[in-house]
Nanobody, 116 residues
Framework: QVQFVESGGGLVQPGGSLRLTCAAS????????MDWYRQAPGNQRELVARITSGGSTYYADSVKGRFTITRVNALKTVYLQMNSLRADDAAVYYC??????????WGQGTQVTVSS
């Protein structure tokens, strides 16, 4: 029933910035812990950032200090602000509730390409 749609990806130069958006529909969004994952070709899907229902945030070591996850519950939306992008940040980025990630239900994701 709950669905998440990612947007905001694109081509960016190394050192540049992008803001990804995750729009949710259905469910009670405000109670969900929300995650951003990414998957590069040949790699496993990895957790990038999490924001809990209470607003606490967690980041993978590889993105600490560069990425910021936020949420606006009234809009059922989660954002991922990505700064100082590097080539190894290139991947398809997915959002999901923590529970949804555990259950294996994923949307289409949004492609981030980092190239000069």
């Amino acid at each position: 029933q709950v669905q998440f749609v990612e947007s905001g990806g694109g081509l960016v130069q190394p050192g540049g910035s992008l803001r990804l958006t995750c729009a949710a529909s259905g469910g009670i969004f405000s109670i969900y812990d929300m995650d951003w994952y990414r998957q590069a070709p040949g790699n496993q899907r990895e957790l990038v950032a999490r924001i809990t229902s209470g607003g606490s945030t967690y980041y993978a070591d590889s993105v600490k200090g560069r990425f910021t996850i936020t949420r606006v519950n009234a809009l059922k939306t989660v954002y991922l602000q990505m700064n100082s992008l590097r080539a190894d940040d290139a991947a398809v980025y997915y959002c999901n509730s923590a529970r949804g990630a555990q259950g294996g239900a994923w949307g289409q994701g949004t492609q981030v390409t980092v190239s000069s």
